[in-house]
């Protein structure tokens, strides 16, 4: 059994920056971060697995995902943070970017709120 666990989400200003946690315990492989912003579909935006990382294009050259597998936690790394970046973000182990069916993933976390103003 998976269990994601978000945190690191405020309301910033625009430019600023979140680091984004997600602990994931009982699995492995390949992770990604996902985002909803209200009225919109929930997009992934980042994955990593095996030390290889991918980014949707909306926010390449901002965000960086990386990993600590000793414990077990899924980091996002956002800067230069725009409005079009606030929304929930979520971590799943699922490494699809961009529009995802929320039903096709088979966990999810509770979410952390990002708001940039």
């Not at 984004?20 to 996902?34: D, I, N, Q």
């Amino acid at each position: 059994h998976v269990q994601l666990v978000e945190s690191g989400g405020d309301s910033v200003q625009a430019g600023g920056s979140l680091r984004l946690s997600c602990e994931a315990s009982g699995y492995t492989g390949c992770m990604g971060w996902f985002r909803q912003a209200p009225g919109k579909e929930r997009e992934g935006v980042a994955s990593i697995y095996r030390g290889n990382s991918n980014y949707a294009d909306s926010v390449k050259g901002r965000f960086t995902i990386s990993r600590d597998s000793a414990k077990k936690t899924v980091f996002l790394q956002m800067n230069s943070l725009k409005p079009e970046d606030s929304g929930m973000y979520y971590c799943a182990p699922d490494c699809r970017l961009g529009a995802v069916n929320v039903n096709s993933v088979a966990y999810w976390g509770q979410g952390t709120q990002v708001t940039v103003s």
